[in-house]
């Protein structure tokens, strides 16, 4: 079903927004966060202005409605991404959170000096750092399954780094530079007949794509709520049962144990073995909410319509002489089109644009190693959500051919 | 912000006229700004009375940045390293000629962040240098 996306667009007040006297924000930028629904953002106004309290241990009507708030959003996002069940959904602060959780709790556990770690060319800082942490602290080893010129994964040389007998792959499932939608199950699959466990940064795909982590047979997957209309401050990292019971726990503190001693303590059940000390609860809150706006919608719904965006914007972007854009061809990919123009730099770019309200983001968007192999520092990168209209794309376009004669 | 892109600095940007290296040097600092990646070095030449005999930057960024150091290295030459030391935002500003926001200052005072850091022997350009 086509979206109805200007009516749509009323749902976001901030689109409304003048950024100068007259010049209404064309905000392509959603793949940095992605603007929040009024059902969102009521969401948490009601929460502190009807119930909040602290959750757990307090028998109070408040104590309680709050408590059964946050614990129903976790259900709603876990039925979102159809988890199993609810005690695999753990909260974090976001993506970030969620990947060093797994490489403080189960990777220190379970990984040894010698073993092998494989990452891509495409990750994030925050699905690479944690691990050149790891690597520093315990000698583990990382290699990284090469990106082609084409943007795609070297599946080939992926299947040889497998022979090394890696013990976990970590890889993003939608890249946020190229947009690239990596065959996630596919390579689940091959690292799971090789023994590995996977993880899987879904911080760009969950907000843009269905993702069902039974069907990827995902062990643990990371996303943050402030990417797919959610608030910023909570994220959440989905695990296999037995793995997450397996691990020790990552931060110490109030509501992760049963029990505690002057010299011990014991953990509490999952989730809340994860989650010490007061959590983000009216950000729950709103990412329940968000979650519920994007399943009335239909996130096939969504996809079928960034697709439409990005293909149009690939084909305009691309007519514009000195325009480069990176990644594969709009039928791999989700709505970013990161794009360099001869002569310009991207900060310019994006100076430039923003005199007319455009919104676009410049720089290595936290993936350096990814420019680095395209040789290059740094791109512009436009990227499209449900919001947004191919009126938008011309408007970025024109910006540009405006940046083109500043610099002519 | 209007007029961030006036002619000056575009011109400074396109054609750079302290574009390069200096070899042999008496001074050599580089430093990056991690929010774009942007890359200034800067090399001097000192004579006997401790005054910029020469000077040129290399590098890659935006037009800001790389019009700043153009402009910087330009007004250094012949002064006294001491002088040099004095130098700060507001000098910056006032040869851009242009008012910016704080993400694009950073762009602008990386050239002298980098100066003084080499002329201070310092083993890192940070932002105290400049204010
Ligand atoms: C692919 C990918 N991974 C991880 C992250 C990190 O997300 P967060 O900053 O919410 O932790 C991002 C956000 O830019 C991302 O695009």
């Not at chain 1, 709603?76 to 959170?97: G, L």
């Not at chain 1, 299947?159 to 390579?187: D, H, Y």
């Not at chain 1, 007519?319 to 989700?334: D, L, M, N, S, T």
């Not at chain 2, 209007?2 to 600092?29: A, C, Q, T, W």
Request: proline share 4%.
């Amino acid at each position: 079903m086509a979206l109805n996306v200007l009516a749509l667009r009323k749902d976001f007040p901030i689109l409304e927004r003048e950024t100068r006297a007259g010049v209404r924000v064309t905000y392509l930028d959603s793949t940095a966060t992605s603007q929040k629904p009024l059902a969102v953002i009521e969401a948490m106004n009601d929460f502190y202005r009807q119930s909040n309290a602290n959750i757990h241990r307090g028998v109070h009507t408040l104590a309680e409605e709050a408590t059964a708030l946050y614990e129903d959003a976790r259900g709603k996002i876990a039925k979102f991404i159809n988890a199993a069940s609810a005690r695999q959904i753990i909260y974090t602060r976001n993506t970030t959170e969620s990947i060093n959780l797994v490489a403080y709790s189960w990777a220190r556990a379970n990984l040894k000096a010698g073993d092998l770690v494989v990452l891509t060319e495409m990750e994030h800082h925050s699905n690479l750092v944690p691990w050149h942490m790891l690597a520093a602290e315990r000698g583990i080893e990382l290699d990284f399954i090469p990106v082609t010129m084409d943007g795609l994964l070297d599946l080939d040389a992926y299947r040889a780094l497998l022979k090394r007998t890696p013990k976990l792959v970590a890889f993003t499932q939608m890249s946020n530079v190229l947009g690239t939608v990596n065959p996630a199950a596919e390579i689940i699959r091959m690292a799971h007949e090789a023994g590995a466990v996977t993880l899987v940064d879904a911080a760009q795909s969950v907000p843009h794509l269905k993702v069902d982590v039974q069907e990827l047979d995902a062990d643990f997957l990371a996303f943050s709520a402030h990417k797919m209309c959610g608030p910023t401050g909570i994220g959440a990292l989905y695990g296999k049962a037995e793995l997450l019971e397996s691990m020790p726990p990552f931060l110490g503190g109030g509501d992760m144990i049963k029990e505690v001693h002057l010299r011990s303590f014991r953990p509490n059940t999952l989730p809340h073995k994860f989650e010490a000390g007061t959590p983000a609860i009216a950000e729950a809150v709103g990412f329940g909410a968000a979650v519920d706006y994007l399943s009335a919608i239909g996130m096939d719904n969504i996809a079928a319509h960034e697709h439409e965006i990005t293909e149009y914007a690939l084909e305009r972007l691309e007519e514009i002489p000195g325009v480069k854009v990176f990644g594969p061809p709009a039928r791999h990919k989700g709505g970013v089109a990161a794009f360099t123009l001869e002569g310009v730099h991207p900060h310019d770019v994006a100076q430039i644009l923003d005199k007319d309200g455009i919104a676009i983001r410049a720089g290595h968007h936290c993936a350096q190693p990814l420019h680095e192999k395209f040789g290059i520092q740094s791109t512009s990168r436009a990227s499209f959500y449900l919001y947004n209209t191919k009126a938008e794309v011309d408007l970025l376009v024109n910006g540009i051919y405006k940046v083109k004669e500043v610099f002519a | 912000m209007d007029d961030m892109y006036r002619e000056v600095i575009i011109e400074h940007y396109k054609n750079p006229s302290y574009r390069g290296k200096l070899d042999p040097h008496d001074i050599s600092f580089a430093d990056n700004n991690p929010l774009c990646g942007d890359h200034i070095q800067i090399d001097l030449r000192v004579d006997d009375s401790g005054n910029v005999a020469d000077a040129r930057f290399d590098g890659h960024g935006c037009a800001i940045s790389q019009a700043s150091a153009d402009l910087l290295v330009e007004s250094i030459i012949g002064k006294p390293l001491e002088e040099v030391k004095k130098l700060n935002k507001d000098s910056i500003l006032e040869m851009l000629g242009i008012e910016l926001g704080p993400v694009r200052l950073k762009c602008a005072l990386l050239s002298l962040k980098v100066l003084k850091a080499g002329v201070y022997g310092l083993g890192e350009a940070s932002d105290e240098l400049v204010e």
